[in-house]
């Protein structure tokens, strides 16, 4: 299950420690690194917080602890994001891998 993107709302743990994670966002870029990550996440249960915000990638998740809400549309929500993240890790342009996105996600209009 940690080889394809989980669904958002999914509670996970990461590295060494016990903190509890859940996912809120796919494919957030780092402005530090420039690295693209799999996920955003936010220390649960608090919430929401700028300097708590966590990126992380499927590979630093320990444990799943609880999985989040799936639909017909979330799914090939997450399918239309593994092939952004896919063509952004090969080499396309930010803009290249956009437009690629942007045309696999008219299903949401």
């Given at each position: ?11 996970v ?34 919430g ?39 063509n ?22």
């Amino acid at each position: 299950m940690k080889n394809k993107l989980l669904s958002l709302g999914t509670v996970v743990t990461t590295g060494n420690d016990n903190t509890m994670i859940m996912i809120d966002g796919y494919a957030i870029r780092n402005d530090t690194d420039g690295k693209i990550y799999d996920y955003s996440g936010v220390v649960f249960p608090i919430g929401m917080n700028t300097k708590e915000l966590k990126l992380f990638n499927r590979g630093d998740i320990r444990d799943i602890l609880f999985v989040g809400f799936e639909t017909k549309s979330s799914k090939k929500y997450m399918k239309a994001i593994e092939g952004f993240i896919s063509n952004i890790r090969a080499g396309k342009t930010m803009e290249e891998a956009s437009k690629i996105l942007a045309q696999n996600i008219k299903f949401l209009d």
